[in-house]
């Protein structure tokens, strides 16, 4: 990464509140992409590859949780999914996210908080480099469970340092146990960076909705 994209990186994972957070990445918004694409970000394209595997294009709405500047939009499209919603708490990520054509449905939203849509709305959510230190907690999981369809599924990834530490691992038994949903897929940690920042690893989780 350059010298400023790595000073952006830092205040995004330094932020010690939402609104420092969201102040973070509404400085960003404009190079975001380009400054990830040039260190390799890869996890908004990886995923796509759990979603096609498990959610048929023709599922029903599926649910980019934490779009950012919805860089994956584009490429669902390209793979048959023509109904797409995003959400994020930047407006200035999601505005970048909206000239993008791809998404039919955006709102401005916060992870952790009550979601602004119906009970089994989604038939699957995804989400790619939210779960990751200083960003969404992972009671965020139950409520976009509530808002997907039983028979739908989850794909989301979760950095490793703050798997245990974070309460993921807590939470994701929690709603195993409670019948909420089930698991079918759990990767090995891999690099959400293919040519910088070699420490940041996230774990890949596909679960089945069941209630």
Partial sequence: MTERSNEELEQVYAA????ELSSAYAAWAAGYDRDTL????????????WVSRYVKPDAGALLDAGCGTGLSG?????LGYDRIA???????MLRVADSRGAY????RATLGERLPWDDNHF???????????GHAPASGLTELCRITRP???????????????GGFSAIIAD????????????????????????????TAHVFEVLA
Wanted: aromatic content about 14%.
């Fill in 16 to 19: 010690k509140s939402p609104e």
């Fill in 38 to 49: 040039a260190a390799g970000y890869c996890l908004p394209f990886q995923v796509l590859a």
């Fill in 74 to 78: 584009p490429y669902l499209q390209a």
């Fill in 86 to 92: 995003g959400l994020d708490f930047s407006e200035e």
């Fill in 104 to 107: 039919d449905d955006l709102k």
């Fill in 123 to 133: 038939a699957a959510f995804f989400s790619t480099g939210v779960f990751t230190e």
């Fill in 151 to 165: 028979g739908g599924h989850a794909v989301f990834t979760v950095r490793d340092t703050i798997f245990h530490t």
């Fill in 175 to 202: 709603l195993a146990g409670r019948g909420v949903w089930r698991q079918l897929e759990q990767s090995p940690p891999f690099r959400a960076f293919a040519l910088d920042e070699p420490d940041v690893l996230v």
